[in-house]
């Protein structure tokens, strides 16, 4: 048989394919996310998400100097904060010396050059459960915005490098780019939850800080996944806003978004590769009917090849492990 054109000649050897892939995973690519809890010398294995654990502060700063020294340069953090603190407004996530503002700290002064990405929402502060502050059965938006706002001053305050609104309140970036030039905080970076869908798949993440909605779900600020254009206006939106990264969130499921995204904003795109994506590979691989490591390394890398600059992911130690 003739033919002018065999394909099959670029994937005759594992030589050949490393030299004309066209993505590849670094160390460089990862975000990782830590959960964050109180006491000492205390950690805690969160039951759907196998091998991922809740850390108290010291052994949270052990974890980051290990992590620094696999050559992963970036950290998400997100506290579980005592029931006993919790109220609408989110008061304790304002405290100076809460569990999010003392870890940036103990975090900072161990290994100053990792950056330190923080949380800005006020579900895990709230007796609700909700990203915001609750009015007759409402999440009000401008209210809960001047809180995100005050807490991104505190964690810029306390050494956080990026804060991370994952609230999906509408003028959050731009009230949070204000307040922090307002006190100062010219160096401290956002990277804004653009386009976060109301998922089904943050279920493993809402037991690691048990901070799953007490009423209703999170449908009147998290988008519908329904929705493509949409994604495009609010990463827009919050690159107006002052936003430099944007995120795409959940990743696997979004993959389209996450390109969509891509080729419509000019700073870098983050996905996040969020727990319930994590639980599936981990049962499924306990189950025996998938390989895990395949599995972590062809999903991280259909997000990068989708148009994710950054990948928050509970796989980066894995990840790490297997390309090096
Ligand atoms: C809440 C928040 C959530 C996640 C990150 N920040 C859950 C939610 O919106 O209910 C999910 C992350 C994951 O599932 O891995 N502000």
Same mark, same amino acid.
């Given at each position: =048989?003739?033919?002018?054109?065999?394909?099959?000649?670029?994937?005759?050897?594992?030589?050949?394919?490393?030299?004309?892939?066209? %993505?590849?995973?670094?160390?460089? /690519?990862?975000?990782?996310?830590?959960? &964050?809890?109180?006491?000492?010398?205390?950690?805690?294995?969160?039951?759907?998400?196998?091998?991922?654990?809740?850390?108290?502060?010291?052994? %949270?700063?052990?974890?980051?100097? +290990?992590?620094?020294?696999?050559?992963?340069?970036? *950290?998400?953090?997100? *506290?579980?904060?005592?029931?006993?603190?919790?109220?609408?407004?989110?008061?304790?996530?304002?405290?100076?010396?809460?569990?999010?503002?003392?870890?940036?700290?103990?975090?900072?002064?161990?290994?100053?050059? =990792?950056?330190?990405? %923080?949380?800005?929402?006020?579900?895990?502060?709230?007796?609700?459960? @909700?990203?915001?502050?609750?009015?007759?059965?409402?999440?009000?938006?401008?209210?809960?915005?001047?809180?995100?706002?005050? =807490?991104?001053?505190? @964690?810029?305050?306390?050494?956080?490098?990026?804060?991370?609104?994952? #609230?999906?309140?509408?003028?959050?970036?731009?009230?949070?780019?204000?307040?922090?030039?307002?006190?100062?905080?010219?160096?401290?970076?956002? =990277?804004?939850?653009?386009?976060?869908?109301?998922?089904?798949?943050?279920?493993?993440?809402? #037991?690691?800080?048990?901070?799953?909605?007490?009423?209703?779900?999170?449908?009147?600020?998290?988008?519908?996944?329904?929705?493509?254009?949409?994604?495009?206006?609010?990463?827009?939106? /919050?690159?107006?806003?002052?936003?430099? !990264?944007?995120?795409?969130?959940?990743?696997?499921?979004?993959?389209?978004?996450?390109? +969509?995204?891509? %080729?419509?904003?000019?700073?870098? *795109?983050?996905?996040?590769?969020?727990?319930?994506?994590? $639980?599936? &590979?981990?049962?499924?691989?306990?189950?025996?009917?998938?390989?895990? /490591?395949? $599995?972590?390394?062809?999903?991280?890398?259909?997000?990068?090849? $989708?148009?994710? #600059?950054?990948?928050?992911?509970?796989?980066?130690?894995?990840?790490?492990?297997? !390309?090096?």
């Amino acid at each position: =048989m003739y033919l002018q054109r065999r394909n099959r000649i670029l994937r005759q050897s594992s030589a050949i394919r490393s030299l004309v892939a066209e %993505t590849q995973l670094t160390p460089n /690519d990862f975000i990782v996310p830590l959960f &964050i809890i109180e006491g000492e010398d205390d950690s805690s294995e969160i039951a759907s998400m196998p091998n991922y654990y809740r850390r108290s502060v010291d052994l %949270t700063v052990k974890e980051v100097k +290990e992590l620094w020294q696999m050559g992963l340069k970036s *950290v998400l953090l997100f *506290v579980k904060s005592r029931d006993e603190l919790k109220d609408n407004k989110g008061t304790e996530a304002l405290n100076p010396n809460g569990l999010m503002q003392r870890s940036i700290k103990a975090i900072k002064d161990a290994v100053p050059e =990792m950056l330190v990405m %923080t949380d800005v929402a006020l579900d895990p502060f709230s007796s609700f459960g @909700h990203d915001g502050i609750v009015e007759n059965g409402e999440i009000v938006n401008d209210a809960t915005v001047e809180v995100l706002a005050k =807490m991104s001053v505190s @964690h810029a305050e306390a050494g956080a490098d990026f804060v991370a609104p994952s #609230d999906m309140m509408d003028g959050r970036i731009g009230a949070i780019r204000k307040a922090l030039e307002e006190s100062n905080y010219t160096k401290t970076g956002i =990277m804004a939850y653009s386009a976060k869908y109301a998922s089904c798949f943050y279920g493993p993440f809402r #037991d690691a800080l048990d901070s799953a909605p007490g009423f209703g779900d999170k449908k009147t600020y998290q988008m519908d996944y329904a929705n493509r254009i949409e994604a495009v206006k609010e990463a827009q939106m /919050d690159v107006e806003e002052g936003a430099d !990264i944007v995120m795409v969130k959940p990743a696997l499921s979004y993959l389209d978004i996450i390109r +969509e995204v891509k %080729t419509s904003v000019n700073v870098p *795109v983050s996905c996040y590769n969020i727990s319930g994506e994590y $639980a599936m &590979i981990k049962a499924a691989a306990k189950m025996g009917w998938i390989d895990e /490591d395949k $599995a972590i390394l062809e999903t991280l890398t259909s997000m990068k090849r $989708a148009g994710a #600059d950054l990948i928050a992911t509970y796989f980066a130690k894995d990840a790490v492990r297997l !390309i090096s």
